[in-house]
């Protein structure tokens, strides 16, 4: 039999028996619950966490680029933060004005060594101009203040006619016009003045100043003159314009065939058609600053001086 002393022993290791087996249930339960607390709620409809920051950065790119509008421009423009663009440039893709149709002639930019708004230097020199003839072949002047070119600037002709205001260095100015070539040894930048022009500067017995020249593009009330050389038939022409207010840089004659032909200069002064193409038919000149001119009604009579009503624009 079981003493009293036994029997308390026993009973004591069942009560801790039933404490330890209670506070293990109880603590399991807390375990269970802080993890079903912890677990996420699977029916609350919760968005993506932080823990897909890949696949949020790809929805984003793709979003950017879905939105991307291209503008008139040429550019791309997305919503959100700008990204850069490669080799897209807004002038490109709109003409800008220089690209735009014009109504005159590009002539200018090739017209000749003397270009407008430019000041050359050099020196005067003395000739006498007898009639005021030269090389330019316009005939007898009335008016004297006309100049000799020298032979690199009057290129081939393309200064004849030009209006050249000229001053020394005392301050005196004269303007001219340019009706002859001045040959070798003449220089680059030289002007051979008529006596009359050069006594405007100073005593023409001084025979050689220096000076500045710039082309004038002067004020008049004349219009220009057509001339056809002696000898010019339907066959074989050369065509000549007088009394122009800017350099001429082209003459172009309407054939039946070819429409306008432009025709080569001469040293001279004219304008040739070897083969007679467009002799007799309507003639179109171009000044430097690129202004065309067509002139109609013009016969074909050799050595006939025959004017029209038109002028180039002052500038």
């Given at each position: 039999?079981?003493?009293?002393?036994?029997?308390?022993?026993?009973?004591?290791?069942?009560?801790?028996?039933?404490?330890?087996?209670?506070?293990?249930?109880?603590t399991a339960g807390v375990l269970a619950y802080l993890v079903m607390a912890l677990l996420p709620d699977r029916e609350a409809g919760a968005g993506p966490t932080a823990a897909a920051p890949v696949a949020s950065a790809q929805v984003r790119a793709t979003t950017a680029t879905a939105t991307s509008t291209p503008t008139p421009t040429g550019t791309a423009t997305a919503t959100g933060s700008p990204t850069p663009t490669v080799g897209v440039t807004t002038a490109a893709a709109q003409p800008s004005a220089t690209q735009a149709p014009r109504t005159t002639s590009n002539a200018a930019s090739?017209?000749?060594?003397?270009?407008?708004?430019?000041?050359?230097?050099?020196?005067?020199?003395?000739?006498?101009?007898?009639?005021?003839?030269?090389?330019?072949?316009?005939?007898?002047?009335?008016?004297?203040?006309?100049?000799?070119?020298?032979?690199?600037?009057?290129?081939?002709?393309?200064?004849?006619?030009?209006?050249?205001?000229?001053?020394?260095?005392?301050?005196?100015?004269?303007?001219?016009?340019?009706?002859?070539?001045?040959?070798?040894?003449?220089?680059?930048?030289?002007?051979?003045?008529?006596?009359?022009?050069?006594?405007?500067?100073?005593?023409?017995?001084?025979?050689?100043?220096?000076?500045?020249?710039?082309?004038?593009?002067?004020?008049?009330?004349?219009?220009?003159?057509?001339?056809?050389?002696?000898?010019?038939?339907?066959?074989?022409?050369?065509?000549?314009?007088?009394?122009?207010?800017?350099?001429?840089?082209?003459?172009?004659?309407?054939?039946?065939?070819?429409?306008?032909?432009?025709?080569?200069?001469?040293?001279?002064?004219?304008?040739?058609?070897?083969?007679?193409?467009?002799?007799?038919?309507?003639?179109?000149?171009?000044?430097?600053?690129?202004?065309?001119?067509?002139?109609?009604?013009?016969?074909?009579?050799?050595?006939?001086?025959?004017?029209?009503?038109?002028?180039?624009?002052?500038?």
């Amino acid at each position: 039999m079981k003493t009293a002393r036994q029997a308390a022993r026993q009973r004591r290791r069942g009560h801790r028996l039933m404490l330890g087996t209670t506070v293990a249930l109880a603590t399991a339960g807390v375990l269970a619950y802080l993890v079903m607390a912890l677990l996420p709620d699977r029916e609350a409809g919760a968005g993506p966490t932080a823990a897909a920051p890949v696949a949020s950065a790809q929805v984003r790119a793709t979003t950017a680029t879905a939105t991307s509008t291209p503008t008139p421009t040429g550019t791309a423009t997305a919503t959100g933060s700008p990204t850069p663009t490669v080799g897209v440039t807004t002038a490109a893709a709109q003409p800008s004005a220089t690209q735009a149709p014009r109504t005159t002639s590009n002539a200018a930019s090739s017209a000749a060594r003397i270009q407008p708004r430019t000041t050359y230097q050099g020196v005067a020199t003395v000739y006498e101009a007898g009639n005021g003839d030269g090389a330019c072949l316009f005939g007898p002047s009335d008016d004297l203040m006309i100049a000799a070119m020298n032979t690199t600037d009057y290129e081939s002709s393309k200064a004849c006619g030009a209006y050249v205001l000229v001053r020394a260095a005392n301050g005196a100015s004269v303007t001219v016009r340019i009706t002859n070539e001045c040959p070798l040894p003449c220089a680059p930048g030289q002007l051979d003045l008529s006596e009359q022009a050069f006594a405007e500067l100073a005593d023409p017995k001084l025979g050689r100043i220096s000076i500045t020249w710039s082309l004038l593009s002067p004020s008049t009330s004349d219009t220009i003159s057509i001339r056809y050389k002696t000898g010019s038939s339907p066959y074989w022409c050369g065509i000549q314009a007088i009394g122009h207010r800017n350099p001429v840089a082209r003459l172009e004659v309407c054939t039946t065939t070819n429409g306008w032909r432009q025709l080569p200069r001469t040293d001279y002064n004219y304008f040739l058609s070897a083969d007679g193409s467009g002799c007799g038919d309507a003639i179109r000149i171009t000044d430097i600053y690129g202004e065309r001119l067509t002139v109609n009604g013009i016969a074909l009579r050799p050595d006939v001086v025959q004017p029209t009503r038109v002028q180039f624009a002052q500038h």
